[in-house]
């Protein structure tokens, strides 16, 4: 008995690292980027995260999620294949809020080896002169 539930852990070990070895896994390029100084005139600031799925499976994007409304987040729908990159756009939008320094945060959710990545914006508003 004691050598069948030995060689049942055993199998059920070899199983989920071989699971493991088949993962996609996502690299960013970069995970911040600063807008810089720019006009309450202008309050719509854009950038774009290049990611690479450098993993062994298709890499699925479930969630991206942004900490405050003003900052919006655009990501592809469907798998990215292994070696292939994609890419991830961010729109923050100043209009009504205070100038000044600001700080967001996207999360991104995936079924990569590493699921949960952040991704950040900053700048300065400045007054409308």
Known sequence: MKKLVLLSMMLFAFVGWAAAQQQAEIKFDKVSHNFG???EKNPVQECTFTFTNVGKAPLVINQAVASCGCTVPAYPKNPIKPGEKGEIKITYNGKGKFPGYFK???TIRTNAITEMTRLYV???MEEAK
Request: glycine share 12%.
């Open 104 to 106: 967001k945060t996207v």
């Open 37 to 39: 100084n720019f006009s």
């Open 122 to 124: 900053e700048g300065v």
